[in-house]
């Protein structure tokens, strides 16, 4: 029903930044919550952020307070991540995710995006 697609996924230096964006598309007119995930390497998937339809809630995880932030438009159907400040931990890979509950719990998602690649170097 609805489909993802990351992009701006790439090697950046320790402290710099990057954005990433995800396009959805699809027929729904379900009002999904939508956020980030990634996968560090040799790590399960874990919480980045979330955010809710209208934008005005979000929640991010420690790791990552400050630093990021989460932006959507729905009159595009994208949301994006920026990232700032970026440290070694944060390389992974990246997913966007869209669900119908304001959850950090991945299985509460049901629509994934194929995943970028984020490498920051030391």
């Known amino acids: 029903q609805v489909q993802l697609v990351e992009s701006g996924g790439g090697l950046v230096q320790a402290g710099g930044s990057l954005r990433l964006s995800c396009a959805l598309s699809?027929?729904?007119?379900?009002?999904?919550?939508l956020g980030w995930f990634r996968r560090p390497p040799g790590k399960e998937r874990e919480f980045v952020v979330l955010?809710?339809?209208?934008?005005?809630?979000?929640d991010y995880s420690d790791s990552v307070k400050g630093r990021f932030t989460v932006s959507r438009d729905n009159a595009k159907n994208t949301v994006d991540l920026q990232m700032n400040s970026l440290k070694p931990d944060d390389t992974a890979v990246y997913y966007c995710?869209?669900?119908?509950?304001?959850?950090?719990?991945?299985?509460?998602?049901?629509?994934w995006g194929q995943g970028t690649q984020v490498t920051v170097s030391s």
């Open positions: 995710a869209a669900g119908t509950v304001y959850s950090d719990d991945p299985s509460k998602y049901t629509y």
């Open positions: 699809g027929r729904s007119s379900t009002n999904y919550v």
């Open positions: 955010i809710s339809f209208s934008g005005a809630s979000t």
